[in-house]
């Protein structure tokens, strides 16, 4: 019987030594901002710059970049920001065209990692070139901001080259969605207006009290016609210029800061495979 | 039209009938599971050419350009030219991860040899290039959810039932 047990609680032990690999990362709750920095290396105009530059490239791509510095992981690095990555869902869930730019400051471990949608984009040669020239030097000699900052930038150039650059101008969909909806209610109003004057134009039932046997010897009946409709199409019916999306509404102010949230007619949950490079 | 009169063996064919249906529709499913678990490997998750296969041939094409590198300096790679060459004639997805470990054991010998040799800046930059897309494939199939899917099917399969299935179902093999 004891040997039994010994047997049965090595083979439990191995059975939970497989599986916590697998199920031990624990990563932070996904954020609503481009950084998350626990860590505290970053100051609050580079936060605002990142913030800004991935606004726009949002907006115009689905592509962003999102930062993250923290202290410890506890654990395999290449786990953790492939966790991180497909929890978080970085990038549009479309295009799969999410960045991680993960630093752990304390471990000394840095992580590059994009989305499946830009693997045929960006080689693990090029990320692997771009971290050895502009965040490794930086990063070892502990100017972690300047080594975040150069890497964001570098990486953010690989976006505008695949994306293009992006701006207010250039942005459809905000504008696709404003059109659809105005052409929308232009031809709701005119379908109304023609079924309204259809409706006004034929009397519903003349020949009906026409031929009708009995007559009222008192007065002379007024052939039926469908009442006037209540309805009609009034300048409530049409989006309210208030309500439709507007430039400005876009346009971030260094007040407040810029969430994904807001880009709400996007989709997240970008995904990747754990393509990327860094130091484990 | 006798036959149809008989209570018990007209009580036999439905009980055959029930069986043999709900046969065809575990084994349909299992089948469907598999084949799900098949695609995962040939093309992905998401049906984008993006998967262990696609890792796989990317570390031969990175090995091949590595041992032509060596070639030119000279360096021994047979042993390197022949994983490569068993890597690409392996067929079942377990003997794929044997020659795909072996054939990593070779290249990283062949890069040991490569960086104490004198390269030129070209040549070191490219052996770089190629290092770092033959280890992040490694990286991406080792994150692969592959073999969590055959897990998937296994558990499916367990028990009684599920192994008396699995015998008419298809085959799915652990990538290991």
């Given amino acids: 019987m004891r040997k039994f047990i010994v047997t049965f609680s090595a083979i439990l032990a191995l059975l939970v030594a497989m599986v916590l690999p697998i199920y ?12 998350y920095d626990p860590a505290n290396v970053l100051s609050e105009d580079v936060e605002y710059d990142i913030s800004e530059k991935n606004y726009e490239m949002d907006r115009h791509s689905g592509a962003y970049i999102e930062v993250v510095a923290v202290d410890y992981i506890h654990g395999d690095i290449l786990n953790y920001a492939y966790t991180m990555f497909n929890e978080w869902g970085i990038g549009s869930s479309e295009k799969n065209n999410g960045i991680l730019l ?58 505008v080259d695949i994306y293009g650059v992006p701006n207010v101008q250039s942005n459809t969909t905000d504008t696709g969605v404003d059109f659809a909806m105005i052409l929308f209610f232009i031809v709701l109003i005119l379908i109304v207006v023609i079924l309204i004057s ?17 007559r009222m010897p008192t007065y002379r009946t007024r052939p039926y016609y469908a009442p006037r409709p209540t309805y009609r199409p009034t300048t409530s019916y049409r989006p309210s ?35 990327g490079g860094g130091r484990r | 039209m006798n036959h149809l009169e008989n209570k018990t063996l007209m009580i036999l064919v439905m009980i055959v009938l029930i069986v043999s ?15 799900d678990i098949h695609q995962e490997f040939l093309v992905g998750e ?3 050419g ?59 010998s062949l890069v040991q040899q490569l960086q104490d040799a004198s390269l030129t800046t070209t040549n070191a930059k490219n052996l770089k290039e190629q290092v770092s897309i033959f280890e992040n494939a490694q990286n991406t199939i080792s994150l692969d959810p592959y073999n969590t899917l055959v897990a998937e099917y296994e558990k499916e399969t367990s028990g009684l039932i599920g192994n008396v299935l699995k015998i008419f179902a298809k085959d799915v093999e652990y990538f290991r």
């Fill in chain 1, 24 to 35: 031990a990362i624990d990563v932070p709750e996904s954020v609503d901002t481009y950084y």
């Fill in chain 1, 102 to 159: 993960l630093a752990v400051i304390q471990e000394e471990k840095y992580y590059v990692m994009v989305g499946r949608g830009l693997e045929s984009y960006i080689s693990a040669a090029r990320i692997d070139e771009i971290l050895e020239t502009y965040f490794e030097p930086y990063f070892d000699n502990e100017q972690f901001e300047t080594a975040i900052v150069n890497t964001f930038d570098v990486l953010y150039e690989e976006l």
């Fill in chain 1, 198 to 214: 259809i409706m006004l134009s034929k009397p519903r039932y003349p020949q009906t009290r026409r031929t009708h046997r009995y």
């Fill in chain 1, 241 to 275: 210029v208030s309500s439709r999306p507007s430039r400005s509404t876009f346009t971030p102010s260094r007040s407040s800061s810029i969430s994904r949230s807001t880009i709400s007619s996007r989709s997240r949950g970008g995904s990747s495979r754990g393509f």
């Fill in chain 2, 21 to 35: 249906s709900s046969l065809f529709a575990g084994v349909s499913k299992l089948n469907r599971m598999a084949d």
């Fill in chain 2, 46 to 48: 998401k049906k984008d």
């Fill in chain 2, 50 to 108: 993006l998967s262990i296969q696609h890792d796989l041939d990317t570390r031969i094409e990175c090995a091949r350009n590595i041992v032509t590198l060596a070639k030119k300096y000279g360096i021994e790679t047979t042993r390197a030219n022949a994983a490569v060459q068993v890597f690409e004639q392996a067929d079942s997805i377990h003997e794929k991860f044997i020659c795909n470990q072996s054939l990593g054991v070779e290249i990283q």
